[in-house]
């Protein structure tokens, strides 16, 4: 099946440094990979932040970017400075276009933080 | 405002009870669905909805039950809940567009099952 892995399950950062979440996926099911990122801050519920549906292609949002690399199959999440508002769970995502509609394949996560 | 109103925000129940957790969206979607994260795994489909009839169900027991009265809503009934039922429930939303959907969550209900 389909599957999304993100490498560090924590990754802590000094206010305005830059920060890297590993994302690589395997879609095994036939039809075109859709690529999202959401975040999920304390105490609320999951929130877009962007998305990639395009091999090649780079989606930003508030600071944040991802490029969809279908040769390397990885969607990696990256900020050249972070804030500590930043600090939050960061989700990979994975849909392929043709199989169960609205069925995303998520990634463990990414606890995101960031330190003044 | 929330356009994805989940309630109860947590939930406590007793093995062999039955719950349902409500979902409304105001975002004015065609699609609904069920989402579930246990302790330390990834949020895992359930249940998809598409005026109020249901698509795909990747849930394996027929203890958990969708039910839309509305086609804004979709509740999630749970009968003869179990410990490992325990997880964070997330209703999500979106307009179908042929396999490029993009869903919207609501903030969750965290039930524990004593």
Known sequence: GDSVTQTEGQVTVSESKSLIINCTYSATSIGYPNLFWYVRYPGEGLQLLLKVITAGQKGSSRGFEATYNKEATSFHLQKASVQESDSAVYYCALSVGTQVVGQLTFGRGTRLQVYA | ?114
């Open chain 2, 1 to 114: 405002d929330p356009k994805i109103i989940q309630k109860p925000k947590y939930l406590v129940a007793v093995t062999g009870s039955e719950k349902i957790l409500i979902c409304e969206q105001y975002l004015g979607h065609n699609a609904m669905y069920w989402y579930r994260q246990s302790a330390k795994k990834p949020l895992e489909f359930m249940f998809s909805y598409s005026y109020q009839k249901l698509m795909d169900n990747q849930t394996a027991s027929s203890r958990f039950q969708p039910q839309s009265s509305k086609k804004n809503h979709l509740d999630l009934q749970i009968t003869a809940l179990k410990p490992d039922d325990s997880a964070t429930y997330f209703c999500a939303s979106s307009q179908r567009l042929g396999g490029k959907e993009t869903l919207y969550f609501g903030s969750g209900t965290r039930l524990t099952v004593l």
